[in-house]
Every structure is written in structure tokens, then in C-alpha cells.
């Protein structure tokens, strides 16, 4: 089962769209899947508020996850999360045409831009292309 199959499959236990993305690469991160299921949960739901998607909020912690340096007294990979993040975000859009839960699910249109799981299945693709190094 590749990473995009994974995180579906996750996302079809009940896991919300931030844990499905997120815990998906807790092994390829060295990860406790528990903690990251824990921290991932408020992302869900467009942060409950169907505002930003639970995928790309998922995106911005895997980020951190695989690049932070982890140096508390002087940290360095802010930039270099951001441009990461600008790139996501921007090749997100560009095939979903919004980054807004809402507007994913079309709440006010009755017309969906993308499922929850196109939305996992795009946000774990293009982790894999820009932290990995991994394209279809």
C-alpha cells in the first residue's frame, strides 16, 4: 500500500483529513503515530470551522515535522518551512482551486471542487514530491 492509499484508508477508519495526511508519514518521520494523531486532531474539519482544510493544515505540520531544525535557542528553518509551504499551498490551489474546506466541499455552490479524499490523496502527493523527492 503506497502513502496516498494509506492515508485514504486512515481517513475510512474515522481519522479526520489533517490525522489521515499527517500520520501517514509518522513512520517515514520517526514519528509516534499516537502523538501525531494527537496533534493533528483540531486541524480537522477546516479546523473545525470549515476554514482552512484539514490536508494543507497537515501539509504545514509535516513540514515542520521533516525540515524544523529543532533549535530552541536559535531556530533557522522558519524560511525554509514558508517557501516550502508557499509552494504547497500554491500547487494545491492550482489544482483544487482553493485551499478553504468550504469552498472543497462546496457548501455554498452545491458544487464540490474536490472530495476529502481527492484533497488527502493531492496533499500527500505533493509532500512526497517536495519533501521526498517522490513523483508518480
Known sequence: ???????????????????SVACSFCHVMGADPVTVFRHAEAFGFGMGTMETCGAVSAMALVTGMKLSDGQLDSPKTKREC??????????????????????????????????????????VELLDKYLLGIEE
Open 1 to 19: 500500500m503506497n502513502r496516498k492509499e494509506m492515508a485514504v484508508m486512515l481517513h475510512g477508519k474515522g481519522f479526520n483529513c489533517a490525522q
Open 82 to 123: 514558508y517557501n516550502i509551504m508557499k509552494t504547497l499551498i500554491k500547487e494545491f490551489k492550482e489544482k483544487n482551486s482553493s485551499i478553504i474546506c468550504s469552498q472543497l466541499k462546496g457548501v455554498d455552490t452545491g458544487t464540490p471542487l474536490r472530495s476529502c479524499n481527492g484533497c488527502i490523496e493531492d496533499a
